[in-house]
């Protein structure tokens, strides 16, 4: 158990090391790519193709309209491309997919959520991957760096009408920071063992006389943007526990590091944009500690082993890798949790009944320690929002924060972004339920394991959705109309609404003028803030979801 | 409005070039260039022939799936019918599942059984099948468990087969990350080329 411990602390101390040395320098070139005045040549001619102008800012009401055209043209682009697959070439033969499912699929990649409610291997060709999955893996995640770039515009201006230009900040996230950090970690996978060709199914003989079927497929350059975009959908059914995706424990690592770069460095860039470095800090360090207690707490979970199964084998290792062990296991399921991405590296529907639902409790707490790549920020500047409305409560002050008075308009934007996944969450799952016939085909079609579990599966997948991080416990057969038709209308909501709200937010505190700081303002770059911030994102979850947790993995784990 | 979506429509086309094709094949033409044999897959070969690849698990079975004594044996697999590279998967099956409680036990007295050893010393990674159904690896406990299983079926010397099972096992990556593995196929061709 000694031994244990301190593999555990040994692998979380490099996480920390490699987060800690890329702040400073990550989170600078991040801000410099977002908001220097100067346009690259090729840029330039972008914007003359597709006809905008970069150096005109765009009110809140302008930028959310281009979000919303451009993530819509997304959507009608990837369902075309899966209802046409049997015309593309290199399909490996496979037909088209069905309507709710290629509606849920375009929804859940434009959205950055990645749930997949189909096996890729067996559903998607390489076209549909890479024109459809690979294009929006990429375009989902710039548009989370655009809105939270956005947001942290509209507490650095005063009295603006404007939060900046979408299209400029999709370009310069795409290019300036996605695509080359992307190929940088495709060629550091590939050198681990993740594939990258094109050559399908390989049939081959056996040292027993068997046959095996080897597959094939553009993968490195897929698993790179999968990870470091915090989409998480997998080339393959296993996702990051293939050996053809993750073959190593050191490849896992770097999949850790990749999922946590961006989203941990994001709050040095707000820093630097709002001109107050410790405003960054003091948010990357409320991030850190709740990733900590996390992630201790579903290591314990695991290493215990509880439930009649772990226990009847002596340990939990269903649904794990040799090669990752309980440890390496874990690790990776807070990261992909806790931030939006959603890959595993082993299987969360076998994992312990509170092993599991830290899963589902991270996903839970709004996905913002650190969350998905700018979706982390903005989720935990929201936060940040109550928690001062909180503080101004029990002093009896006007709670302002970084200079801009938090009114009731503020407070409404926040509170109605607070309120819209839970929403989803507990609806989608109750209506599931409560529909006599949609229950019946839940229970009979869709639940893989029986009693609290399976309930847990339905909660699970639409807190995946809402929260668009889109893992699952995957027993759940979701590819039906009804779970494809409800959780893609959940991603949906659970993506779009939120975005609203923050964009209204900004247009709303770019509009201000600054608030000078006196004696009795709230400073928010101590500890105390960290505190209380970190209690406010615990508490409004705890509150919100406790209830149904007892119903599903408190129910089970404690039998 | 509608300008919007003009504008939305020729990004999108625009990135789709530059992302759907040209970031892929940028990276496929360096790793075809630069690291042919990871980017294909890891193959194994024996006597030439392509038997696997040293990433993917294998099953070490007749016909029937009944285990062959005179090979090391995988985990358990829920891929397809078994190690079946088209349809990775793990069994999803949950922590208070009977049906699992229940296979976990069978396999428990199986490998007992074919091992010849008491049920307790059967290690976990044995009874319980991963996240991928394809896992190459198995734990040196078990590997070592299978070492008189196999020099009997083999006519070899016991120290032989454990000499060979003892040089095959990796240890953590830098010494901390991930458990102490034994590639089967690995160790299987190995076996091979010892006869």
């Known amino acids: 158990m000694d031994a244990t411990v301190w593999l555990f602390v040994a692998q979380l101390a490099t996480i920390a090391a490699v987060l800690v040395a890329l702040y400073i320098p990550l989170g600078n070139y991040l801000a410099v790519a977002l908001t220097s005045p100067r346009h690259w040549r090729i840029e330039r001619g972008f914007y003359r193709l597709i006809g905008a102008d970069p150096d005109s800012g765009q009110s809140w009401g302008a930028y959310v309209r281009s979000v919303l055209a ?166 393959f059914n296993a996702n990051s526990s293939h050996p053809f ?192 016939p949609v229950r019946a085909d839940v229970e009979s079609t869709s639940i893989w394991n029986p009693g609290t579990h399976g309930f847990s599966e339905v909660l699970y997948a639409f807190t995946s959705a809402a929260n668009n991080n889109g893992s699952a416990f995957a027993g759940l057969t979701a590819n039906t109309p009804w779970l494809n038709t409800a959780l893609a209308v959940a991603m949906f909501l659970g993506r779009f609404l939120p975005i609203v709200f923050v964009l209204a937010l900004a247009g709303s505190l770019a509009g201000q003028d600054a608030v000078p700081p006196t004696t009795g303002t709230l400073p928010t770059h101590t500890v105390q803030f960290g505190g209380l911030l970190a209690g406010t994102i615990v508490l409004v979850s705890a509150l919100t979801y406790f209830p149904v947790l007892a119903l599903g993995p408190l129910a089970e784990g404690l039998q | 409005m509608i300008r919007q979506f003009w504008t939305a429509l020729r990004a999108l086309l625009v990135l789709t070039l530059v992302l759907g094709l040209g970031y892929p094949l940028v990276v496929t033409a360096i790793g075809q260039g630069a690291l042919p044999a990871q980017a294909n897959g890891s193959l194994e070969r024996l006597d030439g022939q392509i038997v696997g690849s040293v990433l993917l698990g294998q099953s070490f079975t007749d016909a029937e799936g009944a285990p062959l004594p005179e090979w090391f044996q995988s985990r358990p697999s829920a891929a397809g019918a078994g190690y079946d590279g088209g349809a990775s998967s793990g069994s999803n099956l949950g922590p208070s599942n009977d049906e699992l409680v229940a296979s976990i036990e069978s396999r428990r007295a199986a490998i007992a059984e074919f091992e010849g050893v008491d049920p307790d010393r059967v290690p976990a990674d044995a009874l319980t099948a991963s996240a991928s159904g394809l896992d190459p690896h198995i734990s040196p406990e078990y590997a070592l468990l299978q070492v008189p299983r196999v020099a009997a079926a083999r006519g070899l010397d016991e120290s032989t087969v454990r000499e060979l099972v003892e040089s095959m096992i990796q240890g953590r990556d830098l010494g901390y990350l991930g458990e102490p593995t034994v590639n089967v196929l690995q160790l299987n061709i190995a076996l091979a080329e010892t006869d």
């Open chain 1, 245 to 436: 995706e993750n073959p190593a424990p050191w490849t896992s690592l770097a999949s850790i590091l990749l999922m946590l770069a961006i989203p941990f460095a994001l709050p040095r860039a707000f820093g630097r944009i709002v001109g107050d470095d410790r405003q960054g800090v003091a948010i990357a360090g409320v991030m850190a500690a709740l990733f900590l207690v996390s992630v201790s707490l579903m290591t314990w979970a695991e290493l215990s082993g509880g439930g009649t199964a772990p226990q009847a084998a002596g340990g939990a290792l269903e649904g794990k890798e040799a090669r990752f062990g309980i440890i390496g296991s874990t690790v990776f399921s807070t990261t992909s949790t806790i931030t939006s991405t959603g890959a595993v590296n082993s299987m969360h529907d076998s994992y312990t009944a509170l092993g599991g639902g830290m899963a589902l409790v991270n996903m839970m707490l709004g996905e913002v320690a650190p969350g998905g790549v700018g979706a982390g920020l903005y989720g935990i500047l929201v936060v940040a929002i109550i928690a001062v409305f909180i503080a101004g409560l029990m002093v009896g002050r006007t709670p302002e924060y970084l200079g801009k008075k938090i009114g009731a308009r503020e407070i409404k934007l926040a509170s109605l972004y607070i309120l819209t996944t839970p929403t989803l969450v507990l609806v989608g799952t109750a209506l599931s339920f409560a529909i006599p």
């Open chain 1, 70 to 235: 451009f993530s819509a043209v997304g959507i009608l682009v990837v369902y075309a491309l899966q209802r046409t697959q049997q015309w593309l070439p290199y399909s490996l033969g496979l037909p088209a997919t069905s309507e709710h499912l290629a509606f849920n699929t375009a929804i859940s990649f434009v959205t950055n959520t990645n749930w997949q409610s189909y096996s890729p291997e067996l559903t998607l060709g390489y076209a549909v991957q890479l024109l459809g999955l690979a294009v929006q893996n990429v375009l989902s995640a710039a548009v989370g760096i655009a809105i939270a770039i956005a947001l942290a515009r509209g507490f650095a201006y005063r009295r603006r009408g404007e939060i900046g230009n979408f299209w400029v900040d999709l370009t310069r996230s795409t290019l300036r920071i996605l695509l080359p950090f992307s190929i940088v970690a495709a060629v550091v996978l590939m050198a681990g063992g993740v594939i990258q060709n094109l050559a399908g199914f390989q049939e081959v003989s056996t040292i027993t006389g068997g046959t095996q079927v080897i597959p094939g497929g553009p993968v490195a350059s897929q698993e790179a943007i999968k990870l470091l975009g915090t989409n998480g959908g997998g080339f």
